[in-house]
């Protein structure tokens, strides 16, 4: 009968840094093969069926005895350290971390820039209904007669707005400017820079301007931006 020694049998952990494991003939247990990282590999003869019964180790099984701790002597390293990440694996990996970069960064960096300019432009809505409230009671907006950051009228229609961040989502001023008949309200955008003449209508990037004039929207984000 063949003495089972399964090589992907489990070890079981005595909780002390112990890993033993049978050897049995049948169902009758021969050794207990156990391994701790302090004192190596041991073998250990198990007791005989029957109450009370002793075994001796005969010669046969003291030669299976010592090729069993040649075996875990030999495997000592193998069984204390986990494998490493082959060369290989290893671009695997970044290669797939790559594609994934490349599609997603890309995504990514798009929907930062249209929660900016979607900020961008319900500020500016808030401006101009303030600004318009303020001209319903005086019946005129703000003079400024060259534009100016938002900021320089803020107390001016602070009892409407409350308060004035004056700045649009890329942490640049607001700008405005009025005749006192009519105004203009304006965002540069992401690049900062005007782009006069303003194109009137729906924008598709994000640094052209966003400007109101009179409370209404001339040129505003719609669809896809880039």
Not at 43 to 70: D, F, V
Not at 105 to 133: C, E, F, H, K, W
Not at 197 to 212: E, K, L, N, R, S
């Amino acid at each position: 009968m063949p003495i089972n020694y399964p090589a992907g049998s489990v070890w079981f952990g005595a909780g002390n840094g112990t890993r033993t494991r049978d050897i049995q003939l049948g169902k009758l247990t021969l050794y207990q093969l156990s391994y701790a990282r302090a004192s190596g590999p041991t073998l250990t003869l198990m007791p005989g069926p029957g109450k009370g019964r002793k075994r001796q180790m005969g010669l046969g099984e003291r030669m299976l005895a010592c090729g069993l701790l040649c075996f875990m002597a030999m495997n000592t390293q193998h069984l204390s350290k986990s494998r490493g990440f082959s060369l290989i694996e290893l671009l695997i990996v970044c290669a797939v971390i790559g594609l994934i970069a490349a599609i997603a960064i890309p995504n990514l960096v798009n929907a930062i820039q249209r929660a900016r300019q979607s900020r961008t432009t319900g500020d500016l809505r808030g401006l101009a209904t303030g600004i318009g409230m303020y001209q319903q009671d005086y019946a005129k907006f703000p003079l400024r007669a060259s534009l100016v950051p938002v900021l320089d009228i803020a107390v001016t229609i602070a009892p409407y707005m409350g308060e004035i961040s004056g700045r649009d989502g890329w942490q640049r001023d607001l700008y405005y400017a009025s005749d006192g008949d009519n105004y203009t309200l304006l965002s540069y955008g992401l690049n900062g820079v005007p782009d006069t003449p303003w194109a009137i209508g729906p924008i598709h990037f994000f640094d052209d301007d966003i400007v109101i004039e009179g409370g209404s929207f001339i040129q505003w984000p719609e669809g896809a931006q880039q």
